[in-house]
């Protein structure tokens, strides 16, 4: 699967972006977000199974991030809302050939498609 990201941006904090990801290729069942900011691991943010039935989130972003796709499935979006400085990283959609679990969704060992990332800086 190729991915690519676009959305990412500067803005203050309180307010939103939208990041999109479209994929090409082979099919995938899972489609997580994860961030990564400067000398901290990648972490999770959002993943959705394929058709949206079931969706997961880091508990830092639930309540102000969603996770969708459209119909046919191509495109994964991540709206973010009430943004705030902590969320400033660098964010990467990626894709999973697995059905994953609450307890697996967030790793990224399970994933075997990556994105390029998408800079995201929230000001203060």
């Known amino acids: 699967v190729q991915l690519v990201e676009s959305g990412g941006g500067s803005v203050q904090g309180g307010g939103s972006l939208r990041l999109s990801c479209t994929a090409s290729?082979?099919?995938?069942?899972?489609m997580g977000w994860f961030r990564q900011a400067p000398g901290k691991e990648r972490e999770g943010v959002a993943a959705?199974?394929?058709?949206?039935?079931?969706?997961y989130y880091a508990d830092s972003v639930t309540g102000r991030f969603t996770i969708s796709q459209d119909n046919p499935e191509n495109t994964v979006y991540l709206q973010m809302n009430n943004l705030a400085p902590e969320d400033t990283a660098m964010y990467y959609c990626?894709?999973?050939?697995?059905?994953?679990?609450?307890?697996?969704?967030?790793?990224?060992?399970?994933?075997?498609?990556w994105g390029q990332g998408t800079q995201v800086t929230v000001s203060p």
């Open positions: 959705i199974y394929r058709g949206g039935a079931r969706t």
């Open positions: 990626a894709a999973s050939l697995f059905v994953l679990s609450a307890d697996s969704w967030s790793s990224p060992e399970e994933y075997t498609s």
């Open positions: 290729g082979y099919m995938y069942w899972f």
